[in-house]
């Protein structure tokens, strides 16, 4: 029976005692008897807590669906209001996962959409920065070289302290184009590019222990690129936030597919640490590879940020072929050590 039936029933089953009360030979004194009140309140009392039993009952679905609203994270999918309770609020409560879908499909799009053009700018500038600025310092160390050979001794010192400041700027901005566009992970693949990541921040004093198996499964350059920037922004993350001076970078085969795994000795998220837009873009690039993302505590203090990447059937490299929106056409493709595996068709 519907909410609205069921409150009409209760109601006119409360008017209907009433006027029998009415027509019939019962009758109110004036002033009323104390037994004539103790009806009159034992009725009134049955009928409130048949009103209140109703209304506990058909909305309580309804307060589920509050809280599950209250709760929505677009960037942590797949959770659903339960769909229960008197018809119209089942159907509404249909509507709004419905409706849910809708914006995590739409969302997950734009999402795709946005971080490929950022990838393309990425590109963009650190080809300017390379082709520009990088052959514009170039040309003035050159220049500065020529004047140190012929300026006179006491300028020569100074001209020294230029050339150095020049060749440290050509340095930071092949470094910068090189972190903005890794060539490496086109030339020589995800392994090396992963490792000259941990070399680089080891570099710039936090000591990084990598570790990358070699026998991964093969994966699409979609989620090679999001691996790279999720392990990217995590050591960055670390670097910049953690106070940590150890990092550990994995990148190992797991049941059903890969897990990312970057550690660090730091000092923590926090209980009441709010997420800001370094780990919303991890979550937001997890989402376009059907990725699992969770960032907790590690086994010594420190923060652990892992990244599960499903393959086979159950994945987005399954026979299914479905996936995110930047690998959809994924298929399980069984190499020699039938391993399951990850590589497009055609990429979008």
Same mark, same amino acid.
């Given at each position: 029976?519907?909410?609205?039936?069921?409150?009409?029933?209760? #109601?006119?089953?409360?008017?209907?005692?009433?006027?029998?009360?009415?027509?019939?030979?019962?009758?109110?004194?004036?002033?009323?008897?104390?037994?004539?009140?103790?009806?009159?309140?034992?009725?009134?009392?049955?009928?409130?807590?048949? #009103?209140?039993?109703?209304?506990?009952?058909?909305?309580? =679905?309804?307060?589920?669906?509050?809280?599950?609203?209250? &709760? +929505?994270?677009?960037?942590?999918?797949?959770?659903?209001?339960?769909?229960?309770?008197?018809?119209?609020?089942?159907?509404?409560?249909?509507?709004? #996962?419905?409706?849910?879908?809708?914006?995590?499909?739409?969302?997950?799009?734009?999402?795709?959409?946005?971080?490929?053009?950022?990838?393309?700018?990425?590109?963009? +500038? &650190?080809?300017?920065?390379?082709?520009?600025?990088?052959?514009?310092?170039?040309?003035?160390?050159?220049?500065?070289?020529?004047?140190?050979?012929?300026?006179?001794?006491?300028?020569?010192?100074?001209?020294?302290?230029?050339?150095?400041?020049?060749?440290?700027?050509?340095?930071?901005?092949?470094?910068?184009?090189?972190?903005?566009?890794?060539?490496?992970?086109?030339?020589?693949?995800?392994?090396?590019?992963?490792?000259?990541?941990? @070399?680089?921040?080891?570099?710039?004093?936090?000591?990084?222990?990598?570790?990358?198996?070699?026998?991964?499964?093969?994966?699409?350059?979609?989620?090679?690129?999001?691996?790279?920037?999720?392990?990217?922004?995590?050591?960055?993350?670390?670097?910049?936030?953690? @106070?940590?001076?150890?990092?550990?970078?994995?990148?190992?085969?797991?049941?059903?597919? +890969?897990?990312?795994?970057?550690?660090?000795?730091?000092?923590?998220? @926090?209980?009441?640490?709010?997420?800001?837009?370094?780990?919303?873009?991890?979550?937001?690039?997890?989402?376009?590879?059907?990725?699992?993302?969770?960032?907790? =505590?590690? =086994?010594?203090?420190?923060?652990?940020?892992?990244?599960?990447?499903?393959?086979?059937?159950?994945? =987005?490299?399954?026979?299914?072929?479905? @996936?995110?929106?930047?690998?959809?056409?994924?298929?399980?493709?069984?190499?020699?050590?039938?391993?399951?595996?990850?590589?497009?068709?055609?990429?979008?």
């Amino acid at each position: 029976m519907s909410l609205f039936w069921r409150i009409f029933s209760l #109601n006119s089953a409360g008017l209907v005692v009433a006027t029998a009360l009415l027509l019939g030979p019962v009758t109110v004194s004036t002033p009323v008897l104390p037994g004539e009140a103790l009806v009159l309140l034992a009725g009134l009392a049955v009928l409130l807590a048949g #009103n209140a039993i109703v209304l506990r009952i058909g909305l309580a =679905p309804l307060q589920r669906l509050g809280r599950a609203m209250a &709760a +929505v994270d677009l960037l942590r999918p797949g959770a659903r209001a339960m769909v229960a309770g008197p018809a119209e609020a089942a159907e509404l409560i249909t509507t709004y #996962n419905t409706m849910l879908d809708r914006l995590e499909t739409e969302r997950a799009t734009s999402a795709a959409r946005a971080l490929s053009a950022q990838e393309r700018e990425r590109h963009r +500038v &650190a080809r300017e920065l390379h082709d520009e600025v990088g052959q514009t310092l170039t040309a003035v160390l050159l220049q500065l070289k020529r004047v140190a050979d012929r300026a006179p001794e006491e300028l020569r010192e100074e001209v020294g302290h230029a050339q150095e400041a020049t060749r440290a700027g050509l340095d930071e901005i092949r470094r910068i184009a090189l972190r903005l566009r890794p060539g490496v992970l086109e030339e020589l693949g995800l392994a090396s590019a992963l490792r000259s990541l941990a @070399g680089e921040f080891t570099a710039h004093g936090l000591t990084v222990r990598h570790e990358v198996r070699g026998e991964l499964p093969p994966l699409t350059e979609e989620t090679e690129l999001v691996i790279y920037r999720v392990a990217q922004e995590g050591l960055t993350n670390t670097a910049r936030h953690s @106070g940590a001076d150890r990092a550990e970078l994995r990148l190992t085969p797991v049941p059903g597919g +890969v897990e990312l795994l970057v550690r660090d000795n730091g000092r923590g998220l @926090g209980g009441t640490a709010a997420e800001g837009a370094g780990i919303g873009g991890m979550r937001e690039r997890a989402l376009l590879i059907g990725a699992e993302l969770s960032l907790g =505590p590690g =086994p010594q203090h420190g923060t652990d940020v892992r990244m599960r990447i499903p393959c086979g059937p159950d994945g =987005p490299g399954g026979p299914d072929g479905r @996936g995110g929106p930047m690998n959809a056409g994924t298929r399980a493709v069984g190499g020699p050590t039938d391993m399951p595996t990850c590589v497009t068709e055609a990429g979008t």
